[in-house]
């Protein structure tokens, strides 16, 4: 049976150098300049890419009367 080759901390460190997590992309809102994920509806005004995509006026008087 043959021996491994061993791998040295400097190799290891190379190796997972790529892991690393990076943060989620925030953006302002145009209109209403609050922040919001990319390529997400943006939960205050309901809108997506400039147009009305969910009625938050609606949703949220539905939600009132339960």
Do not use: C, F
């Not at 491994?4 to 400097?10: G, L, V």
């Not at 150098?17 to 309901?46: C, D, F, M, N, Y």
């Amino acid at each position: 049976m043959t021996v491994r080759m061993r791998h040295t901390h400097a190799h290891t460190a190379n190796r997972r150098s790529h892991h690393a997590l990076t943060g989620a992309p925030i953006t302002l809102e145009e209109g209403s300049k609050t922040p919001r994920l990319r390529h997400r509806v943006s939960l205050t005004t309901g809108t997506y890419r400039g147009k009305k995509v969910i009625d938050i006026v609606k949703k949220v008087e539905k939600k009132q009367k339960k």
